[in-house]
């Protein structure tokens, strides 16, 4: 018998590290070769990492969430070849990696009791109550009650012993539910019937693309002073054009949705203020501005919220930028974008409008410098100058970087895709 040490590889150009984000296997697992081992993120992407043997997993490096350096030791696995590596003695080399918590550290570890054989030399089956000492029932004058340090605080400033709180958690564990509940029938107080007070506090690590989006939008309020300007847009005319278009599609076309009138809108709007279209490197003290526009796309996704990306919107038509939407909308959501196509904007639309909210706030996709945010599109009354008819509008909640894009010029923008919208002919024109 032999044994591979499984190291995590180089999983990127400049990349010393990742974050470990799932395992596909136990220890005491049999895995083939190519094997899907563990999923580890980077910067840029989500990696597989496969089995290179056919073999039992015997060891396993890492929690979920911790940062592991290139090189490290994950996993061993023992193969029918012959004897390999020796077991590395590494530790991971990130700070991050969670301690116990005090309450594990503080909790006695229950003993098992040894059981004697029945007659008959079959061993006897240890009874319910015998396999978890105390649970539903007070304890024994010496037997000390297992509880963590919150509860036991609780109950010392309660005046209450333990002892005679029956415990409903693991090995009969006191929880504050068994305290609670101790201390009502104390009391004589009662709950209503059918009607419990929930208490569990649930603890989610943050880890992999949560993390990534955490750690952005941190970055990009902590650096960027935003202003957000709000305009409600008259939709009528467009939902009347896009209605007619959809309704004598060709074979072959795409149906479409308000975003790629809006894309070529900002295709039109940035051609007249070409600031709006950078990137600002704060720390060089630079803005890049750029002649292609590449409108990132904010998506929802099981995983988070992720940004395909459009590449050159100002070369495309109406319905290409519908095409290149979908597509790029699928591939987002069951994880089959590539890389390149989800990085590389400069300037992102966040559409919120389906969730029916009317305002929002969009945050900045740092380094770029803008983010239109589509809200909701509802029938309202509107005054044409004589009487309130009824329209189809929308509200555009836009955000802009305030070191580098005045209020005015911010309100130009937004005012200019106000005029494209409520008129389309011009999108066209444009074209």
């Known amino acids: 018998m032999g044994e591979k040490i499984i190291k995590l590889p180089d999983v990127g150009e400049g990349v010393a590290q990742a974050e470990l984000v799932e395992w596909h296997v136990n ?72 301690p116990r918590s005090a309450e594990l550290e503080d909790e006695p570890k229950p003993v098992a009791e040894k059981r004697e054989p029945a007659a008959g030399g079959t061993p006897a089956k240890p009874s319910a109550a015998a396999a978890s000492p105390g649970v539903g029932a007070p304890r024994s004058g010496g037997e000390r009650p297992l509880a963590p340090p919150a509860v036991r605080l609780r109950a010392r400033e309660a005046g209450i012993d333990l002892r005679q709180v029956p415990g409903t958690g693991p090995a009969g564990r006191i929880t504050h539910e068994d305290l609670d509940m101790f201390l009502s029938r104390e009391t004589g107080s009662a709950v209503a019937a059918g009607l419990q007070p929930n208490k569990s506090v649930q603890e989610v690590k943050i880890v992999g693309l949560r993390r990534r989006i955490a750690e952005k939008m941190a970055l990009a309020k902590s650096r960027i002073p935003h202003i957000t300007y709000v305009e409600e847009v008259d ?30 809108a900002m295709v039109g709007a940035i051609a007249e203020q070409p600031g709006i279209n950078a990137h600002f490197d704060d720390e060089a003290g630079v803005i890049h501005q750029f002649g292609g526009v590449h409108i990132g796309i904010a998506a929802q996704t099981p995983s988070g919220l992720v940004v395909p990306v459009v590449k050159h919107a100002e070369a495309r038509d109406i319905f290409d930028c519908a095409r290149e939407v979908a597509r790029l909308s699928e591939a987002a959501k069951n994880g089959t974008a590539l890389r390149e196509e989800l990085t590389g904007s400069t300037i992102t639309i966040s559409s919120l409008g389906a969730m029916g909210g009317i305002v929002s706030t969009p945050v900045i996709n740092r380094p770029e410098v803008a983010i239109i945010g589509v809200n909701k599109l509802a ?53």
Do not use: C, Y
Not at 52 to 64: H, L, M, S
Not at 77 to 82: L, N, S, V, Y
Not at 402 to 421: C, E, P, Y
């Open 379 to 431: 029938i309202r009354p509107h005054w044409d100058g004589t009487q309130f008819v009824p329209r189809k509008m929308m509200n555009l909640s836009s955000s802009f970087d305030h070191r580098v894009i005045d209020g005015w010029d911010a309100a130009t923008f937004v005012q200019r895709l106000k005029a494209l919208l409520e008129t389309p002919a011009l999108i066209f024109v444009s074209e």
């Open 27 to 98: 220890i005491g697992d049999l895995v083939r070769e190519d094997t899907m081992l563990a999923a580890v993120m980077t910067d840029k992407a989500t990696v597989e990492i496969p089995s290179p043997v056919e073999g039992e997993v015997t060891w396993r490096n890492g929690d979920i969430g911790d940062m592991i350096a290139v090189g490290t030791a994950i996993l061993k696995i023992k193969t029918a070849g012959e004897a390999g590596e020796e077991e590395p003695a590494i530790e991971l080399t990130s700070p991050e990696r969670a």
């Open 235 to 264: 939709m009528t005319a467009l939902e009347e054009l896009r209605t007619r278009l959809n309704g004598t599609l060709k074979p072959g076309k795409p149906k479409l949705t308000i975003l790629p009138f809006l894309m070529r």
